[in-house]
């Protein structure tokens, strides 16, 4: 079992940035493929981007494409999303996740670990 936990999120204005971090324990970090999702009030979970074991690969919701980066760190345990020009629709819940997987998905069932979330707010 993997334990995960976001952080990194706040209150940005519209067209600023922020880097969210999602470090990982409990099991051997590089197993994983990892994705970022996101939820708004009163909206489903929906896909924002993910990532395979290595790195190498990755792929995105085309509302993030060209704005946000998804990373890994496999020595430290941790992935990131860097996230700019940001705007009021991306407000929400971000989550990262894991799967065993040499790569994930877009689905949200696809992954079989979770973190708690961090909220990021984007003002206009």
């Known amino acids: 079992q993997v334990q995960l936990v976001e952080s990194g999120g706040g209150l940005v204005q519209a067209g600023g940035s922020l880097r969210l971090s999602c470090a990982a324990s409990?099991?051997?970090?590089?197993?994983?493929?990892m994705g970022w999702f996101r939820q708004a009030p009163g909206k489903e979970r929906e896909f924002v981007a993910t990532?395979?074991?290595?790195?190498?690969?990755?792929d995105y919701a085309d509302s993030v494409k060209g704005r946000f980066t998804i990373s890994r760190d496999n020595a430290k345990n941790t992935h990131y999303l860097q996230m700019n020009s940001l705007n009021p629709e991306d407000t929400a819940v971000y989550f990262c996740?894991?799967?065993?997987?040499?790569?994930?998905?877009?689905?949200?069932?696809?992954?079989?670990?979770w973190g708690q979330g961090t909220q990021v707010t984007v003002s206009s």
């Open positions: 990532i395979n074991r290595s790195g190498r690969i990755t």
């Open positions: 996740a894991a799967v065993t997987k040499a790569i994930g998905g877009s689905r949200s069932s696809e992954y079989d670990y």
């Open positions: 409990g099991r051997t970090f590089s197993n994983y493929a």
